[in-house]
């Protein structure tokens, strides 16, 4: 069982800058690609982004495509989001989650097999 635990969350002001975290459990990190969600209550949940199981391929949705970067240590079983020029519409709870299938790109819709429990990021105007 891989567990994936997410962290780095916060309130931040419009226009400010965010790192969430996202550390994996297990030994097969570097060879699952990896994304990124967000969902606000009552909302459908929302890709963010992904990226390849080596690192070298990301793909953004394009609400966050040139604020948000997607990258990952595999040495530290860890996946990133860096997240700029926030703005209250992306207040969300984040969540990352693993790609099913190993050593593959990219991740079909609906096949990811791991959750983490999500973080909380709040945007002030």
């Known amino acids: 069982q891989v567990q994936l635990v997410e962290s780095g969350g916060g309130l931040v002001q419009a226009g400010g800058s965010l790192r969430l975290s996202c550390v994996a459990s297990?030994?097969?990190?570097?060879?699952?690609?990896m994304g990124w969600f967000r969902q606000a209550p009552g909302k459908e949940r929302e890709f963010v982004g992904a990226i390849s199981w080596s690192g070298s391929t990301t793909s953004y949705a394009d609400s966050v495509k040139g604020r948000f970067t997607i990258f990952r240590e595999n040495a530290k079983n860890t996946v990133y989001l860096q997240m700029n020029s926030l703005n209250p519409e992306d207040t969300d709870v984040y969540y990352c989650a693993r790609g099913s299938r190993p050593a593959y790109w990219p991740i079909p819709e609906g096949e990811y097999n791991f959750w983490g429990q999500g973080t909380q990021v709040t945007v002030s105007s």
């Open positions: 297990g030994r097969t990190f570097s060879i699952h690609s």
